[in-house]
């Protein structure tokens, strides 16, 4: 029997600096024995490294941003999926998937699956919520708060000790030594991802990763752990290996079990020198370094179109330890025509 | 005094804790040490081989040997 064919659209194709998990995703995808998928990029900047990247995506189109709102996006969506009957969408963004989340069931009924986690689930792993969820589900997270203004913020740090980490919304994290650091980090972060701003107690410990599929009945489909070898000065990884650290992937299972996440995620972890762990993120979304948890043995981007499929999925058991990813920087030299078609009709 | 479960020592020198993720690499003398520790032999028998090996006192050897043991404790590779 040959392989099922399928059309599958995914976004996160920027692969640059602070890289997005779409380009990885489709590796995963691309490599499956199970499906021949044709894969249509959704970008939202016309310079997003994996539309160009050669064997890639089939077909990119533009879509509106998460601010435009989630009535812009489904109309759009629409206009796609009438050329290109999709059958699944994997958004990769944590600022798109409230709009994804929410049209869920208008793109089900329209034949469009997704796997993503309620919304009870994706707002309760929220940073600013996480001291809530610490104590909810018995896991140690540090002491955390939202400011709403720079007023705000000044007064929650009187109960901090230098450095605090100061957090955006969505993403990015910066460590500050002084409440003048600390001020100047709140803009930035204000002004990129909205509010609040977290303040968060700064745990000193090594940063280790689990990247998880849960089924959405309390079963963990595939667990990988990492620990990242390199670190960029954006906090991300540029380089990790395999790890095989019981306690992470039983707090992993935990985790899953309990909440009955649907969906990939990923735990950012802190293992203290009294190897005690720590939460420091729930990322709602399989992350950037997921082909690793491919090379290591567990396809994880198969097994969630499988999901979402409705088809029938075992739970991986086990990865090779010692596998590594190094990522690296690439530079295509791409014709000005294929550009040009991108920005002025929004399809590539 | 045991080399923890899973420590993988190379022929080269290269050890890696699957556990944690750190990696190490030693001179030979250190991979000597760390697989004779492997092996189950006591600091004593250790001291015996490593002076009929090499051209030292046992105080020097003594001090040099606490130290690395002291090393390999505090990056997690053995146990007592």
Same mark, same amino acid.
């Given at each position: 029997? $040959?392989?099922?064919? =399928? ?24 490599? &499956? #024995? ?6 249509? !990029? ?7 490294? $994996? ?16 601010? #435009?709102? #989630? ?10 999926? @009438? ?6 969408? =994997? ?6 998937? %409230?709009?994804? /989340? ?12 997704? %796997?993503?986690?309620?919304?009870? @689930? ?5 940073? &600013?919520?996480?001291?809530?969820? !610490? ?12 400011? %709403?203004?720079?007023?705000?913020? @000044?007064?929650?740090?009187? &109960? ?17 030594? &002084? ?15 909205? %509010?609040?701003? =977290? ?5 000193e410990g090594t940063e280790v990763?689990v990247?998880?599929? !849960? ?9 990988v752990a990492m620990r990242k070898q390199y ?8 380089g990790g290996v395999t790890i095989a650290d019981e306690a992470m992937l039983e707090l ?17 972890l802190i293992r203290t020198k009294d190897n005690k762990l720590?939460?420091?993120? /729930? ?13 290591a ?21 086990d990865y090779k330890i010692g596998r590594m ?24 | 005094m045991k080399v923890k479960e899973n420590i993988a020592i190379s022929d080269n020198g290269f050890v890696f804790n699957p556990t944690t993720g750190d990696s190490f690499t030693l001179n030979n003398t250190g991979k000597e040490i760390l697989l004779l520790i492997k092996g189950g032999k006591s600091m004593g028998e250790i001291k015996t081989t490593l002076l009929s090996s090499y051209d030292m006192d046992e105080t020097t050897l003594d001090r040099y040997l606490l130290d690395f043991v002291s090393e390999l404790r505090f990056n997690n590779l053995i146990d007592e």
């Amino acid at each position: 029997m $040959g392989a099922q064919k =399928i059309t599958i659209a995914v976004t996160g194709l920027n692969n640059i600096d602070s890289p997005g998990p779409g380009v990885p995703v489709i590796r995963g995808i691309k490599e &499956s #024995k199970i499906f021949d998928a044709r894969i249509i !990029g959704l970008a939202y900047e016309h310079l997003e490294p $994996g539309i160009y990247m050669e064997g890639l995506v089939d077909k990119t189109y533009m879509i509106p941003y998460p601010s #435009k709102g #989630k009535d812009a996006l489904y109309e759009r969506l629409m206009e796609i999926h @009438q050329r290109e009957k999709l059958d699944m969408i =994997i958004p990769n963004f944590d600022a798109e998937l %409230f709009s994804f /989340i929410k049209l869920e069931s208008a793109l089900n009924a329209q034949g469009i699956k997704t %796997f993503l986690p309620t919304l009870e @689930q994706f707002e309760e792993r929220h940073k &600013s919520n996480l001291p809530a969820y !610490g104590k909810k589900y018995g896991v140690n997270v540090p002491k955390s708060q939202e400011a %709403f203004s720079l007023a705000d913020m @000044q007064n929650i740090l009187k &109960s901090y000790e230098y450095p605090v980490m100061i957090k955006g919304k969505f993403y990015d994290a910066y460590k500050a030594y &002084s409440i003048e650091q600390a001020a100047e980090h709140f803009s930035k972060l204000s002004a990129k991802w909205g %509010f609040p701003v =977290i303040v968060q107690d700064f745990i000193e410990g090594t940063e280790v990763n689990v990247i998880a599929l !849960g089924d959405g009945k309390g079963k963990v489909i595939s667990a990988v752990a990492m620990r990242k070898q390199y670190i960029t000065d954006k906090g991300k990884a540029w380089g990790g290996v395999t790890i095989a650290d019981e306690a992470m992937l039983e707090l992993t299972h935990k985790i899953i079990s309990q909440t009955k996440w649907k969906g990939g995620m990923e735990l950012e972890l802190i293992r203290t020198k009294d190897n005690k762990l720590y939460i420091l993120e /729930i990322n709602p979304r399989i992350p950037a370094w997921v082909y690793l948890a491919v090379g290591a043995g567990q396809n994880l981007p198969e097994a969630l179109v499988k999901l979402a499929m409705g088809m029938n999925v075992s739970p991986y058991t086990d990865y090779k330890i010692g596998r590594m990813f190094i990522r690296y920087s690439w530079d295509m030299i791409v014709d000005i025509d294929r550009f040009s078609k991108l920005v002025t009709t929004g399809e590539l | 005094m045991k080399v923890k479960e899973n420590i993988a020592i190379s022929d080269n020198g290269f050890v890696f804790n699957p556990t944690t993720g750190d990696s190490f690499t030693l001179n030979n003398t250190g991979k000597e040490i760390l697989l004779l520790i492997k092996g189950g032999k006591s600091m004593g028998e250790i001291k015996t081989t490593l002076l009929s090996s090499y051209d030292m006192d046992e105080t020097t050897l003594d001090r040099y040997l606490l130290d690395f043991v002291s090393e390999l404790r505090f990056n997690n590779l053995i146990d007592e």
